[in-house]
DNA sequence: TCTGGGGTCCTAGGACCC
DNA sequence: TCTGGGGTCCTAGGACCC
């Protein structure tokens, strides 16, 4: 065995971001909400111990709010995010490869300890040095495999040390017959009854499965699965992030709109925001999907979509608000109170690597359309992302969503610094 | 009253071709 | 009464993740 997989998991993170900002809050039951402050998307320990489900909707959970006085937060993205690059770049000192895979998750392999250096030590060091320079807590699981790695690390939340290995045979197979399928990475919530109908109720159970009966009743990923609780590794460890296959910007009005004109802007709005991150990635899009859907909860019910291929692939904000808006009027009824719309961009390509048209040497915009995006950019980049915008996203923009309870932009706009007094 | 948002991958089956 | 076989490509839908 020459590397081992670590699984860095930040505890509670969206609650434990916030509560950086509010030391005064330790001790108490915290809870972030969704982007509409509809469900709640993060709980610290504290909310968890008095049974606040995770995604749990806001008024299910009023009693529970009451009782133990829980304190509740807007999600504030812009601020987890800065965060989660900190934790990042701390996390990369220690590894030889790091995927960060999620806002605040990574996989790191690091070169097996030699002989007498005890793994459960270089884990506590990361822990600790996380802790001490981004002020997050974080749980470490430590096995052969992403999948192991995952079921070492649902062990490391329970240990007060935060940390967990599952190295060898005897100690992994006792580990897995503890563990329900479901709870298995990659296992979900259908997968899982499926899988009990074939007597395969544990993680033991899976691994000692049979792989060609596995890909016969279901299929590769969950061979790969069984392999990877097997010790052999299946899924690799991408290190470089992929350039996306659609870039999505969608949004919960804060109430029901009825009127085109005002889901227009919130089109346009969400379509300047999706251009902004194909811009950020570097690439253009091949067609674009306009959606749109009343509250799936109440009658009557309406939710459709359209896909508008584009002639030539762009990145240029005004085209694709101009085509997406068409798109929306081709799917818009009147009468409806409609809850949400998005868009998203797919087939998308790199700027770099494009397929040109006959008459094209080499990518690119028209040079007024490209000044135009660079300046914008620049403006959102140094003045922040409301300094600028396109008339069509509207003035008051009544669509906007709830997020009455966001902390301040502590770390990304200057106005919401944290201020010290002594 | 109030129920998030953004992704990926896999497979079956239809369309189409020779 | 008879009604091929094999291959590719695309898409919708299902499943999963955080």
């Not at 060091?125 to 749980?139: A, F, H």
């Not at 950020?280 to 899009?285: E, F, N, S």
């Not at 069509?392 to 706009?413: A, C, F, H, Q, V």
Request: charged letters at 25%.
């Amino acid at each position: 065995m020459s590397e081992v997989v670590l699984l860095i998991d930040c505890n509670s993170f969206y609650a434990s971001c916030e509560l950086l900002f509010r030391p005064d809050l330790k001790g108490r039951p915290v809870i972030v909400l969704s982007n509409n402050d509809g469900c709640v998307v993060a709980r610290s320990k504290e909310a968890k111990k008095i049974g606040i489900p995770m995604g749990a909707p806001l008024f299910t959970i009023e009693h529970l709010i009451k009782t133990f006085d829980v304190v509740q937060f807007s999600s504030n993205y812009p601020l987890y995010n800065d965060i989660s690059n900190r934790v990042m770049n701390t996390l990369r000192r220690f590894a030889s490869a790091i995927e960060i895979y999620s806002i605040d998750e990574a996989f790191l392999t690091i070169p097996c300890p030699k002989e007498g250096v005890d793994i459960l030590d270089l884990a506590k060091t990361i822990r600790q040095t996380v802790l001490k320079e981004i002020g997050i807590p974080v749980s470490i699981g430590i096995s052969h495999t992403k999948t192991l790695a995952k079921v070492a690390s649902i062990e490391a939340k329970k240990n007060a040390t935060g940390v967990h290995a599952l190295i060898e045979k005897k100690e992994i197979d006792s580990t897995l017959q503890k563990l329900d399928v479901v709870e298995i990475w990659g296992i979900g919530q259908r997968l899982a009854p499926k899988l009990q109908s074939y007597g395969v109720f544990t993680a033991l159970d899976l691994k000692k499965t049979d792989k060609t009966r596995l890909k016969k009743l279901f299929n590769i990923v969950v061979v790969k699965t069984a392999l990877e609780l097997d010790s052999i590794p299946s899924f690799e460890l991408e290190e470089i992030p992929k350039f996306p296959k659609s870039i999505t910007c969608s949004r919960s009005f804060g109430k029901p709109i009825e009127e085109l004109s005002l889901l227009q802007e919130a089109l346009s709005s969400y379509t300047a925001q999706a251009a902004e991150k194909l811009y950020r990635v570097g690439g253009t899009a091949g067609g674009i999907i306009v959606f749109l859907t009343t509250n799936r909860f109440s009658e009557p019910f309406y939710a459709n979509s359209i896909y508008i291929p584009l002639m030539e692939k762009t990145f240029y904000p005004p085209t694709l608000m101009e085509k997406g808006l068409e798109g929306l009027f081709e799917i818009y009824r009147a009468g409806y109170f409609y809850k949400k719309v998005g868009v998203t961009f797919v087939d998308l390509s790199r700027t770099t690597q494009h397929q040109l048209t006959l008459f094209q040497e080499q990518f690119q915009l028209p040079k007024k359309q490209k000044e135009l995006v660079d300046a914008v950019h620049r403006i959102k980049k140094r003045f922040g992302i409301n300094a600028i915008q396109y008339a069509s996203e509207g003035i008051r923009k009544p669509w906007k969503n709830k997020k009455e309870l966001r902390s301040p932009l502590y770390t990304t706009l200057w106005e919401d610094i944290l201020t010290i007094q002594i």
